[in-house]
Structure formats: structure tokens, C-alpha cells
């Protein structure tokens, strides 16, 4: 039966994979290598050392909020923490230029809320500032590592976090030494699709952060997007192997981190 399958499943997994590797050979093998390097200065790369910095505290802030949160669930299975767990969820849905707007609506200095962040803070403001790359990229991608780092918590932590209580260990001991050791393959790799997710928006940035005073620098899928609409597809295009050659790099390290350095 197995072998059966495989007949079945085998075809579909290589079609699969040739619809991911296929567009990105295109993109890496459009423009020459003279191309690349031209573009290199052109901005971009200081738009992606940027992006990957900003995009990083962001996918920080996703696990700082996701163990609490992890935690919190996996003590309470009620109906009522049911509901609110499935609102996790809604951000993944919801058009990005909406999810743009939803911030706009929320944190200008003319809304509720925007007003009374304007009374504590003196200059306040939200289009393009920092505040709003922020707020809008960890609404966006905090789902990634929660739900990450919940699956596990539920799935191993809750037992072991048990059996150090009835060795005498106190819970605040058993949850430093016993649960973060066993959370940190799941932090790494929510850490990592939080990144990776806010590495990959432009919708909502298109909409609250255009530009990111006083700076002036753009997100690097604004960059390409604007290098596309003022000079065409071939800027564009050696832009977006160079976004690619760095992000294969990025991930790349992360995944030699998680399987070597958690093992030892």
C-alpha cells in the first residue's frame, strides 16, 4: 500500500517543489552578475540591513509575548479562552493594505487611542515613523511564533514542568531552567517565521510607512516596489536576488543554529 501511494504522492511532492524553485532560480538567474553589483548601489543594501534589524526586534518582541502566552493557554482550556485564542488567527487573514488601515484608524494622533498616546507622548505622530513599521509588522506576525512556541509548550512542557513540582522544584524554577530549555528550538523557530513574515510585508508598510522619517530609508519590499514603478522591472529584479541571496544566507544560519547549537 505504501508503495502505491507513493506513485500518488511522489509527483505531487515534486510539482510542489517545482513551483517554489522554479520562480527563484528566474529571479536569481534574470540579471547578470554585472547587474547585481551595479545594483548594490543602489540603496538597497541599506534598505535590507535595516529591514532585517527592525524586522528582528519585532520577531523578539513575537517570543517575548508568545511564552506568557503559551503558558496562560496551556493552564486554561475553557470555552472562553478557546474563543480568545482563535482571535490569534484573524491577523493572518485580513487583506494587508486593511490591516494598513486598521492602523491608521487605530494610532493617528486623530483617533482614540492615537489622542491619548499624543497626551503622554510630546511630537507624537504615526505615519511614517518607526512606531508604525513596528506596531503594524508584530500585529502582522506575532501569530508565527505563538502559535510556535504553544504547540510545543502544550505538547511537552506542561508534563515535565509537572514532574520538576513533584521533585520539590518551585515553579518559578521549574519554569527557567526546565521550560525554556525545552522551548528553545520552538522560540528559534518562532522567532525565525515571525522574522521572516515581517521581512516579507509591504502592504500595510505601503500604507502607514512609505517613507521612515527622519531617516527617509524604506522597508526593502517598499524599495523594490518603488524601484519597479520609477525605473522598471530590471532594477527591480536585480534588487530582489540580492533580497533572496540574503535572506537563503539568513535562514540558512538560523537553521544551522537550531539543529546544532539547541543539541548541544
Known amino acids: 500500500m505504501r508503495g502505491r501511494l507513493s506513485y500518488l504522492f511522489v509527483p505531487v511532492f515534486v510539482i510542489y517543489l517545482l513551483v517554489l524553485i522554479i520562480p527563484l532560480i528566474r529571479a536569481l538567474t534574470y540579471s547578470s ?3 547585481i553589483l551595479t545594483d548594490l548601489h543602489s540603496g538597497i543594501l541599506p534598505s535590507i540591513e535595516y529591514t532585517y534589524i527592525v524586522c528582528a526586534f519585532v520577531a523578539v518582541l513575537s517570543v517575548m509575548a508568545a511564552v506568557p502566552y503559551a503558558y496562560t493557554m496551556s493552564r486554561h482550556r475553557s470555552a472562553v479562552f478557546k474563543a480568545v485564542d482563535s482571535v490569534v488567527e484573524i491577523p493572518i487573514m485580513i487583506p494587508h493594505t486593511v490591516v494598513g488601515i486598521i492602523m491608521l484608524l487605530t494610532f493617528e494622533p486623530s483617533m482614540p487611542i492615537g489622542h491619548i498616546l499624543s497626551k503622554y507622548i510630546p511630537g507624537y505622530s504615526f505615519d511614517d515613523t518607526l512606531f508604525a513599521v513596528i506596531i503594524t509588522l508584530f500585529f502582522l506576525s506575532s501569530a508565527y511564533s505563538i502559535r510556535e512556541v504553544g504547540v510545543s509548550y502544550q505538547r511537552n512542557v506542561v508534563d515535565y514542568e509537572d514532574v520538576a513540582k513533584t521533585l520539590g522544584i518551585g515553579e518559578g524554577i521549574s519554569f527557567l531552567v526546565v521550560s525554556m530549555r525545552l522551548l528553545a528550538r520552538s522560540m528559534i523557530k518562532g522567532f525565525l517565521l515571525s522574522w521572516a ?15 521612515i522619517f527622519p531617516s527617509f530609508v524604506k522597508l526593502a519590499g517598499v524599495f523594490i516596489y518603488s524601484q519597479w514603478l520609477g525605473y522598471g522591472l530590471d532594477p527591480a529584479a536585480a534588487s530582489s536576488a540580492i533580497l533572496i541571496l540574503t535572506g537563503i544566507v539568513v535562514t540558512g544560519v538560523f537553521r544551522i543554529v537550531e539543529t546544532v547549537g539547541i543539541r548541544s
Open 197 to 211: 513574515r515581517s521581512v516579507s510585508e509591504v502592504g500595510a508598510i505601503l500604507i502607514v510607512a512609505y517613507y
Open 33 to 35: 552578475l554585472s547587474e
